[in-house]
């Protein structure tokens, strides 16, 4: 029975009663505003949506924070690990042991240890220079304090009659942070 009805019954039947006075009481009711219950669903729902973005920015933020470093280490291995490998790699026959001590440098101590010969041997017979020439550096993997790269460089080896021979290599390395600067800490020649 709606409230139309209600209110129907009650103008012809002149008198309605007990039961009708129940029914016309709860009609009133269905037809008047709901405004404290209306404040109160709309005040929660108001909250709920509030307390979700607030949640929803927290966690936005927790995840874009790591993102962004990530894309901080991933530019600094690009614009270093050339570089750096380089730097490792690259010596002249008279400059040597000045040439290794700063390749020394730009090592781990434990690749330092384990590549101790390379790194303080006198140059190779018959070798006056070798220089490494980073053609194209690719981010494999980057994190805060670590990351691998790929490099491509152009070998130059110069023989001690002048000769050049140049071949290109392909080389993944792994890099550490160690305070402001990248170190090498391994190295897999892939060519």
């Known amino acids: 029975m709606n409230a139309e009805s209600v209110v129907n ?4 039947s002149g008198d309605p009663g007990p039961a009708g006075k129940a029914e016309r ?14 404040v109160a669903v709309w005040g929660g729902g108001a909250a709920v949506l509030l307390a979700g973005a607030v949640v929803a920015f927290v966690l936005v933020s927790l995840w874009r924070a790591p993102v962004t470093e990530r894309l901080d280490t991933t530019d600094e291995l690009a614009d270093q690990a050339g ?15 000045s040439d290794r001590a700063r390749a020394r440098e730009h090592v781990t101590p434990q690749l330092a240890a384990s590549a101790a010969s390379g790194l303080s041997d006198a140059p190779p017979a ?25 490099v ?8 001690s009659d002048g000769q050049q021979r140049t071949e290109t290599k392909s080389v993944s390395v792994d890099l550490v942070r160690s305070g402001d600067r990248w170190l090498l800490s391994g190295l897999d020649e892939l060519q």
């Open 83 to 97: 570089a750096i490998v380089a730097e490792v790699f690259t010596a002249q026959a008279q400059t040597w042991r």
């Open 25 to 38: 009481s709860w009609a009133r009711r269905l037809e008047q505003p709901l405004r404290a219950r209306a």
């Open 126 to 150: 018959g070798v006056r220079a070798v220089r490494w020439e980073p053609l194209s550096v690719g981010v494999v993997e980057a994190y805060r304090d670590w990351g691998t790269a790929l």
């Open 9 to 12: 019954t009650d103008k012809t």
């Open 152 to 159: 491509v460089a152009e070998v130059v080896v110069t023989t």
